[in-house]
Nanobody, 115 residues
Framework: QVQLVESGGGLVQPGGSLRLSCAAS????????MGWYRQAPGNQRELVAI???????NYADSVKGRCTISRDNAKNTVYLQMNSLKPEDTAVYYC?????????WGQGTQVTVSS
């Protein structure tokens, strides 16, 4: 089992920044990728960014140039730095960890972009 705990969400004004953190614990030795997804009310959950164990990253077109995913292997933590936030970025953000044939999710953290 893998446990994921997200933090860092909150209320921010348009144009502001937030950094989300996702701390992984448990059977983390075989995690081959971690990522961030988001889900706004009435919408499907969508990929925001992902980083593989080899360091390869991928971003949704909607956040390219504004978000950066990174990881600290010593802390078993993945980060999502979000800049130039827009109201349409408002959603619950979920951390995901992938092991072969198994996907784990965190509980989610709310990000609200509003003036």
């Amino acid at each position: 089992q893998v446990q994921l705990v997200e933090s860092g969400g909150g209320l921010v004004q348009p144009g502001g920044s937030l950094r989300l953190s996702c701390a992984a614990s448990g059977s983390i030795f075989s995690i081959n990728a971690m990522g961030w997804y988001r889900q706004a009310p009435g919408n499907q959950r969508e990929l925001v960014a992902i980083i593989t164990s080899g360091g390869t990253t991928n971003y949704a077109d909607s956040v390219k140039g504004r978000c950066t995913i990174s990881r600290d292997n010593a802390k078993n933590t993945v980060y999502l730095q979000m800049n130039s936030l827009k109201p349409e970025d408002t959603a619950v953000y979920y951390c995901q960890a992938r092991r072969p044939n198994v996907i784990y999710w965190g509980q989610g953290t709310q990000v609200t972009v509003s003036s």
